[in-house]
């Protein structure tokens, strides 16, 4: 049994099928690449999981099926979703933010042994902890999207475009630390555009178009497939 399964999900936006009919799977302790071109469905397809959007067609988790379960159901079960575009409270403070993260959690020394364990994965969050996030850099948004995602501890992450509007460094710098949670036994389903670090970062891939995925595998032999080098790593 994998600890995510969807099966045949379908989602529409008044007439236009965005997702049309999908299968994917996340086992336990995998990361999971989602890859492919603007608007061929994979942000709609992480909403779906996380709960935020109708949709037909089954998600399973743990082998129950939570099609029906409302988002903030499944951040309790351990479902948590880092959204495309960060998504902050610009007002609040990073100390605000990653508490705001923790509202399924009701044990305050907890909250503060997350907060601190966070603080440690991102230092740089950490020394800027008093700062409102509205005036923190693209970069240290996305560390902080992450860290508040983490706040909820969830067994499965998933992730919108960590790497958007970042320079390489700081893309690097993110990446890092997917990997240590990835390490620490969360387990990861990645969407990204930048197709050659989603494939170098996850064990298996699934290639999504228009609404429907296309290929699917390990992300090592789909970084050799001509087809896959040809549309998304631009050879
Ligand atoms: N709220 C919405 N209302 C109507 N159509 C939508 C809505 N959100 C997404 N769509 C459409 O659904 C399709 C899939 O969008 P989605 O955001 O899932 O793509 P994506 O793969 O995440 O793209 P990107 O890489 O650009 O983020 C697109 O054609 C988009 O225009
Ligand atoms: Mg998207």
Sequence with gaps: MSMLEVSKLKVSYGGINAVKGIDLRVDAGEMVALIGANGAGKTTTLKAVSGLLQHGGHVRYNGEDVSRRPAYQLVELGIAMV???????????????????????????????????????????????????????????????IGRALMSQPRLLLLDEPSMGLAPLMVEKIFEVVRQISENGVTILLVEQNARLALAMSGRSYVMESGTVTLEGESASLLDNPQVRQAYLGE
């Design 83 to 145: 959204p495309e575009g960060r998504g902050v409270f610009g007002r609040l403070t990073v100390d605000e933010n990653l508490r705001m993260g923790a509202y399924v959690i009701n044990d305050r020394g907890l909250i503060r042994g997350e907060v601190d364990r966070i603080y440690h994965l991102f230092p740089r969050l950490k020394e800027r902890r008093d700062q409102t996030a509205g005036t923190l850099s693209g970069g240290e948004q996305q560390m902080l999207a």
